[in-house]
């Protein structure tokens, strides 16, 4: 689980700082329209796979599409 805040979106990009759970590290990510990643900050807890970033790209991407942003979201995976 993490939490997406500050979810920011224009006309090309969407970007937000995510939280792992159980943390108070703060991680970054600006995506571009097409999903690329135009800016990261890992947090410490990503590790190698970068799994938490990895799922904040992935939920922002969703968000694209969304006529409204929320300024935070929880996402959560099995």
């Not at 970068?50 to 942003?69: Q, V």
């Given at each position: 689980m993490l939490k997406l805040i500050n979810i920011i979106?224009?006309?090309?990009?969407?970007?937000a700082d995510y939280i792992p759970e159980d943390s108070y590290e703060r991680g970054s990510i600006s995506v571009d329209l097409s999903g690329n990643v135009l800016y990261e900050k890992a947090t410490t807890l990503d590790g190698?796979?970068?799994?938490?970033?990895?799922?904040?790209?992935?939920?922002?991407?969703?968000?694209?599409?969304?006529?409204?942003?929320?300024?935070?979201?929880?996402?959560?995976w099995y």
């Amino acid at each position: 689980m993490l939490k997406l805040i500050n979810i920011i979106k224009n006309d090309s990009c969407i970007s937000a700082d995510y939280i792992p759970e159980d943390s108070y590290e703060r991680g970054s990510i600006s995506v571009d329209l097409s999903g690329n990643v135009l800016y990261e900050k890992a947090t410490t807890l990503d590790g190698d796979l970068k799994m938490y970033f990895s799922h904040a790209r992935k939920a922002l991407f969703m968000l694209l599409h969304e006529d409204s942003i929320p300024n935070e979201k929880i996402v959560i995976w099995y």
